[in-house]
Nanobody, 126 residues
């Protein structure tokens, strides 16, 4: 059974940066698409970024609000995916979740994702 564990969240000032990690256990990431989602209080969980199966990046998608500031990547050898976040804004404050499903491509919709981590808190404030 695939399990996901996020790390790397924290408190940062506007304009700062964080790198989130999503470590997989129980199975390899070789045939798995990865997505990053976030949820702030009272809001729906939204897709932030996703990356398809290929270790070379393949298909990557970003929600408009983070494009140009966030970069998703993966290292299948380390069974880990990453979300590099720069130029952080208070609006980026949320719990960030990584998620996974077996299949081609990737999606910013929650629908195809079968596996979810517990989340890591990101807070951007002065």
């Amino acid at each position: 059974q695939l399990q996901l564990a996020e790390s790397g969240g924290g408190l940062v000032q506007p304009g700062g940066a964080l790198r989130l990690s999503c470590k997989a256990s129980g199975a390899t990431l070789d045939d798995i698409a990865i997505g990053w989602f976030r949820q702030s209080p009272g809001q729906e969980r939204e897709g932030v970024s996703c990356i398809s199966v290929s270790n070379r990046g393949g298909n990557r998608q970003y929600v408009d609000s983070v494009r140009g500031r966030f970069i998703i990547s993966r290292d299948n050898g380390e069974n880990t995916a990453y979300l590099q976040m720069t130029s952080l804004k208070p609006a980026d404050t949320a719990i960030y979740y990584c998620a996974a499903y077996r299949g081609d491509g990737c999606s910013l919709s929650r629908i195809p994702y079968d596996y979810w981590g517990q989340g890591t808190q990101v807070t951007v404030t002065v």
